[in-house]
């Protein structure tokens, strides 16, 4: 069993780093002039938002005429989508969306009709050139097909070599082609994962199942205020070491305070430009904590100015439970190669799964979801990360 010390380290002073690579702001140009095009273009869209990320903005659909070569008219959009992914992935990606929908790139093919093209038209303020990948794409300022839609999505989006913004780009260019609006609209499918329509997320899970993780991705994804449990030097801690038995009590205590305090300002706070919260804890674990380190006395007492505290908290409208293996729970730990987790065993960890599965036992209401992430990785695969989103507003 890991030692108190060992435990109070990990658990109350330490805050786990989570490595999420930032956000990146990508645009990109969909077209396609063969069979049911507006129907190529939302196949599009879907494996989009499944394999690369979050789609922020879809532009109005056009009809532009073929340019630089005879075929029918296409159907024209642009959608602006965010993601961790790096520009060689992500074209990687688009290559594979074009197969599946039925595009079969040729060399030197030139231009052709085709069920589907997507093309990386910016991704922020990059400038790059490789052999395969050329940002921004250097036909941007030629296509009037291209700047219509994509002033639409984001009128003062500045081209990072002209230094021109794509408003002043689709006034400039000498593409006189006629295009035309069209009154369908293709769909977000980030409406079917929305879990916005929560005002307080709270996710909870053992040691090395990912609570940080769910939470920071969740925020990124849907513009919610993010909560990540703070861990603050603790006056108590040094004494604790030398004298366990006389200051667990007190150092428990101080730890719920900053919890309590933490949750009741940043929860209560409204903020105007946030569509809900989301939390990497919920105050509950403290009295799953305090049981496994406190005297059964010290315990009972503990619990009574819970109770008392807790009143005056905002209740999560879900309270998410990340179920997880423990041997897999052992596998997460020890990758992050972390020193002072090499002595937790998977006994402790089952002990603080069950802590967790008897409290969720005694609340009688819907509001919470286990969800067994075992053979999940859900920061590698987006696809796994959608699972959970489905599992949250299902």
């Excluded at 984001?154 to 009154?183: G, R």
């Excluded at 369908?184 to 899970?205: C, F, H, M, T």
């Excluded at 428990?252 to 946030?274: T, V």
Aim: net charge neutral; glycine share 4%.
């Amino acid at each position: 069993m890991v030692s108190r010390i060992l435990f109070l380290n990990f658990v109350l002073n330490v805050k786990i780093s989570v490595f999420i690579k930032p956000l990146q702001n990508i645009y990109l140009s969909l077209g396609s002039n063969m069979g049911n095009r507006f129907e190529y273009l939302q196949q599009a869209v879907n494996a989009i938002f499944e394999t690369i990320g979050n789609i922020s903005k879809i532009s109005s659909v056009y009809q532009t005429p073929a340019l630089g070569f005879e075929g029918d008219d296409f159907l024209n959009c642009v959608i602006l989508v965010q993601s961790t992914l790096s520009p060689q992935q992500v074209l990687k990606k688009i290559l594979g969306i074009e197969k599946q929908i039925g595009r079969e790139r040729k060399p030197l093919e030139g231009y052709t009709s085709r069920p589907i093209d997507i093309d990386i038209l910016q991704v922020d303020d990059l400038v790059k050139e490789t052999k395969k990948l050329t940002i921004p794409h250097p036909e941007i300022q030629n296509r009037k097909f291209v700047l219509q839609p994509l002033a639409e999505v984001n009128s003062q989006l500045t081209h990072p070599v002209l230094q021109k913004k794509s408003i002043q780009l689709l006034a400039e260019t000498e593409d006189e082609s006629e295009i035309v609006k069209q009154s369908k609209w293709l769909r977000n499918p980030q409406k079917d994962y929305d879990v916005s329509k929560y005002n307080y997320i709270a996710i909870e899970g053992n040691i090395g199942a990912g609570k940080t993780s769910l939470a920071t991705s969740i925020a990124n994804d849907f513009n919610a205020k993010l909560i990540l449990e703070r861990f603050k030097d603790n006056p108590f801690l040094p004494k604790f070491y030398e004298d366990q038995h006389r200051y667990a009590f007190p150092l428990e205590m101080s730890f719920l305070a900053d919890r309590y305090q933490q949750l009741l300002e940043d929860i209560k706070q409204f903020d105007l430009f946030k569509d809900c919260v989301v939390a990497d804890y919920d105050v509950y674990k403290s009295l799953i904590f305090a049981k496994v380190t406190l005297q059964e006395e010290e315990f009972e007492l503990y619990k009574k100015l819970f109770h008392l505290m807790h009143k005056e908290l905002p209740k999560p409208d879900v309270y998410i439970y990340l179920y997880q293996k423990t041997d897999r729970l052992l596998e997460n730990i020890k990758s992050r190669g972390r020193d002072y987790e090499k002595g937790i065993e998977a006994s402790y960890l089952q002990k603080i799964n069950d802590g967790y599965l008897e409290f969720i036992k005694t609340q009688h209401n819907d509001n919470i979801k286990i969800i067994d992430i075992s053979g999940l990785d859900f920061i590698k695969n987006r696809k796994d990360f959608l699972y959970i989103l489905k599992e949250i507003v299902g």
